[in-house]
């Protein structure tokens, strides 16, 4: 039987506009990234990585429009050692955190991540 999570992560950046906070330990597949401005400000980025293996899940600035960022793109390398950003990948974590570093948001503003994954979220 499969287990479907989500959390909301509440982005609230300092008054230099950044932050970096993480998920609980996740054992699954990140199937969807939800992104709420809140009061973001129009330049914000956020990357999302794995925090102990540092694999990139996402990257993007984001501004200040919600958005869905479904089936993440995983970057790849094919045997020519050229860099190949089209493939669709499951984006499998075991035992770590995801880690969401957010920068340019604005000063002392709020906006969310809501991270749905297929597995389940362990911890606070």
Known sequence: ?????????TLAVSSGGAL?????????????LRYEPGT???STAIVV???????TL?????????????NLTQDT????????????AENKIASERIKI?????????????IVEIEGTFSGA
């Not at 970096?20 to 699954?28: D, L, R």
């Not at 990585?49 to 694999?55: D, F, K, Q």
């Open 1 to 9: 039987m499969a287990y479907f999570e989500k959390r909301t992560i």
């Open 20 to 32: 970096t906070t993480y998920t609980p330990v996740v054992n699954g597949v990140v199937t969807n």
């Open 40 to 42: 973001l400000g129009g």
């Open 49 to 55: 990585s794995t925090e102990t293996t540092g694999r």
């Open 58 to 70: 996402f990257s993007k600035t984001v501004g200040n429009t919600a958005a869905n960022f479904p």
């Open 77 to 88: 390398t094919d045997a020519t050692g050229t860099a190949d950003t089209s493939t669709r």
């Open 101 to 113: 570093v957010v920068s340019n948001g604005g000063t002392s503003t709020t906006g969310s991540l």
